[in-house]
């Protein structure tokens, strides 16, 4: 299973490096299943390449299924090791480049340098620095984790071999390739599907994983970068600023999800604490031998000398040989005690037992106080290096990751607060809650957050789901009690669609203790997600009109006068399409921008973006810069899913430069993009043609899923039914109570759906009707205006492009032509790819290319070749489909299972081809 690399070509090293891995993954399949299999894949190969798709497809459907099983898993293993080699390389690229440039954040300085931005501004916009990457559990990685482990092994023996001979070694060749042989072995002798569905608490345990690997070494060169970097540009930070934390939903997304208890939360978060804590405890390791400094030639300051004995008195389960040999150590000692403090704090939240002062921590902040002791007294006493160094790098991580290694979110559904409260009001039998509408609703719930009287004791009488809605907030209480208020911030309402459904969960919050607008007190705050384009058009208005409630502004002034929102790209697209989503998201960010401003609260943004285009994903770096001026102002959360965490974040070269593109470029925006980069009158030229883009778009992306015969079309012609047999992920895919049609399928299957089968609808359909209504509107000279002057423009047209050229119609014919019986429904496949022409030619008429990706020839080559070996799975699939709706599919009382183990197969490989899922 090789490809020739093309000599000079400049991804030659990293092809000769696949050529490699693909023979022996060859001799692998020769060794497991016999020559008989190569043989196969071999012969198939060469039929892609050169027989009609017709001469393959017959070819595969006279496979049996176990065969198909074993060539389909041959296929994704070539993938698995195609995508951990090219991220080897890429890696590769990225120190040699830093080496050159000084990495991202040097870049980043020298144009602020140049934009002669005082030190004062800097200071100041450093210190309203607040990036969180956010973690969730939405199902898109469909490789299992012993499966990225393997591929993380694979990079490692790359590497180490690469670093031998670049240290002018020959390396031995032979040894490393039988390593490598190993690990392919065992990568093919591990089963790549999960046996069953994750539970909550197995999907913390992910998200652990990356987190605790950026504890280690990313974050703390990041963050010691951007230290340095500020240092250099005359602006001073202190070590325990908070430029970068982390969060999760991973036990607080509730929304769906029914398997997400309040007993989980607080599970997931023990769990949470029992790695940050070891986390923590490693760097104190660290300490203890770095920190070898002794009193008779280094002092200490009273403050620490005073710490260390109420610790030594506070703590005898110290061993005794401790105190003995480090007697005349202090620093060394104190460093004990608070490795040993690190591990009664883990032992009682194991325990679930009360705060000890003295003896473990209750939150971060006390365990950051004892390292700012030691690093101050360092300081005062000819440490200042040795306090600058590894303490102060304890101390970053500390503040990033806290003891919880990540702050929880929590989510909900808006009609589950409201149904709560009607039973809570029926219980009082004041008022038919269910019955109102939102108005009504709105001047309740603002005069019971004004009064004093509790709406519920704890004996309130709640049926089954809505005593879980109502528990939660106490479980919210419960847990900041027991580990600090940090742990949980913030609490989001999917789905908002008023100011009623924030003041809901504000009510609930006030009846659990979590809120009092008499005492100015708010321990979270309440975050509305809008995901609809409607609600992101009026976003302004939905701010405007809560922020001027006053006790609602209360609560936002207790939580220092910062209100989030959660922007959804995920449901807006599966809606109304790419082009109506992008520019209504970015059309409410300048309208809750202004609105927030009028009102003197800080705005906070959440980009609630999935891992495909047509879930808002695409390069990080050029969307935060694609923001509108003034929205980001220090403070982003962006979420990180499925196989964009793994992607990003599996090798450490890779997870630094991800973070460091990142903050860089939140860093950039707040100092440099504070007015717009365009005149008024050009930007308002540029709004008017994007409305007209946005507006046919819609129409158009309107037209073809609101006809009632698409479902009918989508579930026939693609695997979206087999998504929850991949067990994937916790949560459901479809959302209860609804219909078998679109509606209530998640965006996830949405986009899962149409990229398997390479049509991928929700990256790009309805872009060449928007953009060639422009052109006869006379705007085609504004368009490419934009294209070139433009940052949010450029952005939306290269994802678009991107997602284009991942597009084959020509093997979304044969879905359609085996598995479509009805000519009415096949018709949608014309009208697809009708539009796909028009927004072929659109693009390339802006961006001035013969073909698609011509200005990035490497990923055009790498996508090429990949398609070479995604060809033969996808006939694969299609040959399994038909065998499987001949059966019955999963409706079928006698199921299949090995049918359906094969076609899972091909649907892990093709997403492994991809590099999408959804």
């Not at 993954?25 to 198939?44: M, N, S």
């Not at 345990?205 to 987190?211: F, G, K, Q, T």
């Not at 974050?219 to 001073?236: I, M």
């Not at 150590?329 to 194991?350: D, H, I, W």
């Amino acid at each position: 299973m090789t490809e020739s690399p093309k000599a000079g070509a400049p991804d030659a090293a990293l092809r000769a490096d696949i050529r490699r891995l693909g023979t022996l993954l060859g001799e692998a399949l020769v060794r497991q299943e016999g020559q008989g299999l190569l043989d196969l894949v071999e012969e198939v190969r060469a039929l892609v390449r050169t027989d009609s798709a017709s001469t393959v497809a017959g070819r595969l459907a006279e496979l049996d299924v176990a065969t198909g099983i074993r060539l389909g898993r041959a296929f994704s293993t070539y993938f698995h090791l195609a995508n951990v080699t090219e991220q080897v390389h890429r890696a590769r690229d990225l120190r040699a480049a830093r080496a050159v440039t000084g990495g991202w954040l040097r870049e980043t300085a020298e144009l602020i340098r140049k934009a002669g931005t005082p030190a004062a501004d800097i200071a100041a916009a450093a210190g309203r620095l607040a990036i969180r990457p956010v973690f969730t559990a939405h199902p898109t990685e469909a490789a299992r984790r012993s499966i990225l482990v393997k591929q993380r092994a694979l990079a490692d023996v790359l590497d180490l071999e690469a670093a031998e001979k670049a240290l002018g070694g020959g390396g031995d060749t032979a040894a490393y390739d039988r390593r490598l042989a190993e690990l392919i072995d065992l990568l093919w002798q591990t089963d790549e599907l999960r046996l069953t569905k994750p539970e909550p608490t197995d999907e913390a345990r992910n998200a652990i994983y990356y987190l605790t690997e950026l504890y280690a070494d990313a974050a703390p060169r990041v963050l010691a970068d951007l230290h340095d970097t500020l240092a250099d540009l005359g602006a001073e930070v202190p070590v325990t600023a908070q430029p970068v934390t982390f969060g999760t939903w991973i036990g607080g997304d509730r929304d769906g999800n029914p398997y997400v208890t309040p007993e989980v939360t607080a599970n997931v978060l023990v769990l949470q604490h029992e790695y940050g804590i070891r986390a923590a405890e490693k760097a104190m390791d660290g300490l203890v031998s770095d920190l070898s400094l002794s009193d008779r030639y280094a002092g200490v300051t009273p403050e620490l000398a005073d710490s260390l004995a109420a610790d030594l008195a506070a703590l005898p389960e110290l061993p005794a040989r401790f105190r003995r040999v480090n007697a005349e150590e202090p620093y060394r000692l104190k460093a004990r005690c608070v490795k040993q403090k690190l591990a009664n704090t883990r032992a009682r939240l194991a325990a679930r037992r009360r705060h000890e002062p003295g003896r473990d921590y209750l939150g971060t902040a006390e365990y950051v106080a004892d390292l700012e002791l030691m690093r101050a007294s360092l300081t005062a006493n000819g440490g200042t290096l040795v306090a600058d160094g590894r303490v102060s790098d304890a101390i970053r991580a500390a503040e990033a990751f806290g003891l919880q290694l990540a702050t929880l979110d929590v989510r909900e559904h808006s009609e589950k607060h409201h149904a709560v409260l009607a039973q809570l009001y029926a219980a009082v039998g004041e008022v038919d809650y269910a019955a109102l509408d939102r108005e009504q609703r709105t001047e309740l719930l603002v005069r019971e957050l004004a009064g004093r009287r509790p709406l519920s004791t704890p004996d309130s009488a709640l049926a089954g789901p809505e005593r879980r809605t109502y528990d939660v907030f106490g479980t919210i209480r419960e847990v900041q009690d027991t580990f600090g208020p940090e742990v949980i911030e913030s609490y989001i309402i999917s789905m908002t669609h008023g100011i009623d459904d924030l003041l809901a969960a504000a009510v609930l919050a006030r009846e659990n203790g979590l809120v009092d607008v008499h005492a100015g007190h708010a321990r979270i705050g309440f975050v509305p997600l809008l995901e609809t384009v409607h609600e992101l058009k009026t976003g302004g208005e939905l701010l405007d009109r809560l922020l001027a409630i006053p006790e609602y502004r209360r609560i936002v002034a207790a939580r220092g006068d910062v209100q989030e929102i959660m922007l959804g790209y995920s449901d807006s697209n599966k809606e109304a399409g790419i082009a109506a989503s992008q520019w209504s998201i970015h059309q409410a960010q300048r309208s809750m921008r202004d609105t927030a401003a009028r009102h003197g609260v800080t705005l906070r943004l959440f980009h609630g973006r999935g891992g495909t285009v047509g879930r808002g994903g695409g390069p990080t770096h050029e969307a935060i810069l694609a923001q509108p001026y003034g929205t980001l102002d220090g403070s982003i959360k962006v979420t990180e899913q499925g196989e964009v965490i793994s992607d990003k974040y599996t090798l450490p070269a890779l997870a630094r430069e991800n973070l460091e593109l990142t903050v860089s470029a939140v860093l950039q925006a707040t100092l440099l993009h504070t007015e717009p980069r365009q005149p008024a009158e050009e930007l308002a030229v540029w709004d008017s043609a994007m409305e007209t883009v946005a507006g046919a778009a819609e129409a158009k992306y309107r037209e073809l899923v609101e006809h009632p015969r698409l479902p009918d079309y989508f579930w026939a012609c693609t695997p979206t039914s087999l998504l929850g047999a991949l067990n994937i992920g916790s949560r459901p895919s479809k959302r209860p109570n609804t219909s078998a049609g679109l509606d209530g399928l998640r965006a996830i299957p949405w986009v899962f759906g149409w990229t398997q089968t390479r049509q991928i609808v929700p990256g790009w359909y309805g872009v060449g009707t928007g953009l060639a209504a422009a052109n006869e509107a006379g705007l085609t000279g504004t368009l490419r205006a934009m294209y070139q002057r433009w940052q949010f423009f450029r952005t939306f047209v290269s994802n678009v492009e991107m997602m284009l050229a991942k597009t084959d119609l020509s093997i979304a014919r044969r879905y359609v032509e085996a598995l479509v019986p009805d000519d009415e429904l096949r018709g949608f496949l014309d009208q697809i790819e009708a539009e796909y022409t028009r927004t072929v030619a659109e693009v390339l008429a802006i961006t001035g290319e013969a073909e698609l990706l011509d200005a990035q020839p490497v990923l055009q080559r790498t996508l090429a070749v990949r398609d070479t070996y995604l060809e033969p799975l996808h006939h694969l699939q299609v040959a399994l489909l038909s065998k499987y709706a001949a059966a019955g599919g999963s409706a079928a009382e006698n199921r299949d299972e090995l049918l359906e183990r094969a076609l899972l197969s091909t649907v892990n490989g093709i997403a492994a081809g991809l590099r999408n899922t959804g």
